[in-house]
Nanobody, 118 residues
Framework: VQFVESGGALVQPGGSLRLSCVVS????????LSWYRQAPGKRREMVAS????????NYPDSVKDRFEITRDNAKNTVYLQMSRLKPEDTAVYYC????????????WGQGTRVTVSS
């Protein structure tokens, strides 16, 4: 399975970004998928999840109402629309399959770096 993330950038506080992740090697339309992030010196955390039914999504309180995860099964791509960005959103963002045990995953993409700074 391969995950290729893109779209990260330097953005000012309050700005917006859309991240993309192209997935190959699995049954995309049947997969539960998540975006994760790892800030410098911190553990990786899950920031958004989307299930087989794209209307079912889940977010932690830290990003709820600011981030939106969507999927395009025709393109094997999952997106993360981020708005009202804060400096604490600075991190490398990854996509992967959904799991509460994601810290046991050994297969990660290269990630895409998001820096929120003025």
């Amino acid at each position: 399975v391969q995950f290729v993330e893109s779209g990260g950038a330097l953005v000012q506080p309050g700005g917006s970004l859309r991240l993309s992740c192209v997935v190959s090697g699995l049954d995309f339309s049947s997969s539960y998928l998540s975006w994760y992030r790892q800030a410098p010196g911190k553990r990786r955390e899950m920031v958004a999840s989307i299930f087989r039914n794209p209307a079912i999504t889940n977010y932690p309180d830290s990003v709820k109402d600011r981030f939106e995860i969507t999927r395009d099964n025709a393109k094997n791509t999952v997106y993360l629309q981020m708005s009202r960005l804060k400096p604490e959103d600075t991190a490398v963002y990854y996509c992967n399959q959904y799991s509460v045990n994601f810290n046991r995953f050994s297969n990660w993409g290269q990630g895409t770096r998001v820096t929120v700074s003025s």
